[in-house]
């Protein structure tokens, strides 16, 4: 069972606006469903590219007369010189020479597709604003425009779609009927588009705001006007991964920004960082981001203020994957447990883990103190750290209090500092400071297997994406080779031992 239906790709609208010549050839290829875009440049042979290849469609050379021939079958090139075909999806593109004249034009198919946001379906109807990133013809446009069908048509919200390139919803004025109910709002040059955002709010009372391509810090800014507005926002921005936007000062706030604090001598000695650290700005203004890696492969980030604070502190973060095979059914591999709470037993505890980081690691006993535990969970679920909370400090490894605490010395921290149990002193309530103080704890307490363990890692991750079929890692002793001989099992891959101590190490592969 299959779960995608093409709606139409108007495929005909396109090729016939080629000259005779081209539109024959390329009706003539094959698999013309996996068609992405034809490219024309003055003087070079025209192509078709596919997903998988490429072809040439003539042995002639592309003239000015062929050019001129697709644009009078055209619409008009706006400021982003790019143009479409009424009612369709199309985008056509055009290079210019110096003096303006069009000498390159690239065609990209515009298709519908019902289903593809079946994978990300449940975190867009939560609510939230959702960024989606990825590399060009990943394939964010067609999920943006599936979005906005879904919410318009099945859940019934007023949906806005702000058009820039005409896009989403195609070109022409009446809107293609891919974004179902959904409205459109077409801009009139790109650089208008942060004003057609806010536009939209105070004009039209929309529950959600649909954009494609946030590329300047004036859209980041309205962006963030609209989520504090209370519409949810899905958008597409520029960049293919989390990091990339947080290294990118133009939209960096779409995650929260990033400045530089001092901090205090006492405060780094603590940390063990220098003296000027990197922190969250502000609460971000989408909750969610989706990393579209291929096509229906996609890395989710589903708390994007906990995890820009983790990768700030250092630690390594792990996004949940879903990926959908040929049969439709979406495959979750690598999801953050939930927290799990045992049958309630007063002095009971609970644990939370991120196996994909946590897995070889003592689980640490956490007794806090003046804090709140659902903080402390949250922030160990961010930083994927192994922690038990318990109900008396004598049964805690680790203490985690805030300062004006500490320095009263209350009798059970008093009771504690005696008994040798460490005190981590957290600067704030907050689930960045409480994060800060666990990594703390954990950088303290990390074992020699840690490493020994992140290679296994690196090197079962390689073996599955297929970038080595074996791989040999590091001597180490008995017991840690056992673990790395664990995470090989775990990960459905065989494992074997080689070599004489102390220099006998494990071998993985498949």
Do not use: C
């Not at 069972?1 to 609208?13: F, K």
């Amino acid at each position: 069972m299959t779960l995608e239906r093409p709606v139409t790709d108007d495929l005909g609208a396109l090729l016939r606006s080629l000259p005779p010549y081209l539109d024959q050839r390329v009706r003539g290829l094959d698999h013309l469903e996996g068609l992405l875009e034809i490219v024309m440049d003055l003087g070079r042979l025209p192509e078709a590219r596919f997903v998988d290849r490429e072809e040439n469609l003539s042995d002639r050379e592309v003239s000015p007369e062929d050019i001129a021939y697709v644009m009078s079958r055209i619409g008009q090139f706006g400021g982003d010189n790019r143009a479409g075909i009424e009612r369709t999806l199309h985008r056509i593109s055009a290079l210019r020479n110096r003096a303006g004249k069009v000498v390159g034009l690239t065609l990209r198919v515009g298709r519908a597709v019902y289903g593809t946001v079946d994978i990300i379906r449940d975190v867009v109807e939560a609510g939230k604003s959702v960024l989606l990133v990825g590399r060009p013809g990943v394939g964010k446009t067609t999920l943006l425009r599936e979005a906005a069908r879904v919410l318009a048509d099945e859940l019934g919200k007023r949906v806005v779609v702000v058009d820039t390139s005409n896009e989403i919803a195609g070109d022409g004025d009446i809107p293609h009927p891919g974004i179902g109910r959904a409205r459109r709002m077409q801009v009139q040059t790109p650089a208008l588009q942060h004003a057609v955002m806010i536009e939209a709010v105070e004009n039209h009372m929309p529950e959600v705001i649909v954009i494609d391509e946030i590329g300047t810090e004036q859209e980041a800014a309205a962006a963030r006007t609209i989520a504090e507005r209370g519409v949810q926002l899905i958008a597409t921005a520029h960049g293919n991964s989390l990091e990339n936007l947080m290294l990118n000062p133009t939209l960096s706030d779409l995650v929260g920004g990033i400045q530089t604090v001092t901090l205090s001598d006492e405060e780094a000695r603590r940390r063990g960082t220098q003296k000027s650290v990197l922190e969250r700005k502000a609460p971000p203004t989408f909750q969610v981001l989706v990393e579209i890696q291929a096509y229906q492969r996609m890395a989710i980030y589903l708390d994007v203020a906990q995890i820009v604070d983790a990768i700030l502190l250092g630690v390594p973060v792990a996004p949940e994957i879903r990926e959908r095979g040929a049969d439709g059914q979406v495959e979750v591999t690598s999801a953050p447990p939930r927290s799990r709470q045992r049958d309630a037993a007063p002095g009971d505890r609970r644990i939370i883990t991120r196996p994909q980081i946590a897995q070889g690691r003592e689980v640490v006993k956490v007794y806090p103190f003046g804090i709140s535990w659902s903080r402390v969970e949250e922030a160990a679920r961010g930083l994927g750290l192994p922690i038990a909370i318990v109900r008396e400090p004598d049964e805690a490894d680790v203490v985690i209090t805030l300062k004006n605490y500490y320095r009263r010395k209350t009798p059970r921290l008093r009771d504690a500092e005696q008994s040798g149990i460490p005190i981590f002193i957290a600067r704030s309530n907050s689930v960045t400071q409480i994060a800060s103080a666990l990594a703390s704890v954990f950088e303290m307490r990390r074992g020699p297997e840690d490493a020994a363990l992140e290679e296994a890692r690196e090197a079962i991750d390689a073996i599955t994406g297929g970038q080595a079929a074996e791989v040999e890692l590091s001597p180490q002793p008995a017991g840690i080779r056992r673990l790395q001989h664990e995470l090989a099992e775990r990960a459905e891959l065989s494992s074997s031992s080689s070599g004489h101590e102390p220099y006998r190490r494990v071998q993985i592969y498949r």
